[in-house]
C-alpha cells in the first residue's frame, strides 16, 4: 500500500473512532458465520455479523484499499 491509502485509512480508524471501538455478537447472525476482524497496531476488533456501522465503514475502505475479494 502507498504512504497516501495508509493515511487516508487511518484518518477513515480515526473518523470511526477505531481505538475505542468494541467487538460484537450482532443479534440474528448465525452461530457457524466466522467473525471478522481487523487489527490496527495492537488494537484487534472482531465483528460476529454487520450490526456496527462504524466498523462497516472501516472494513469497506481497508477492503477497498488492499482489494479485496471473497
Known amino acids: ?12 480508524a480515526t473518523q470511526e473512532r477505531f481505538s475505542s471501538m468494541r467487538g460484537a455478537m450482532c443479534p440474528r447472525t448465525l452461530p457457524d458465520i466466522a467473525s471478522r476482524f481487523i487489527r490496527r497496531g495492537s488494537r484487534t476488533v472482531r465483528v460476529h455479523g454487520a450490526c456496527i456501522a462504524a466498523y462497516e465503514r472501516f472494513w469497506n475502505a481497508l477492503s477497498a484499499a488492499v482489494k479485496l475479494s471473497y
Open 1 to 12: 500500500m502507498t504512504k497516501a491509502q495508509l493515511a487516508a485509512l487511518g484518518r477513515v
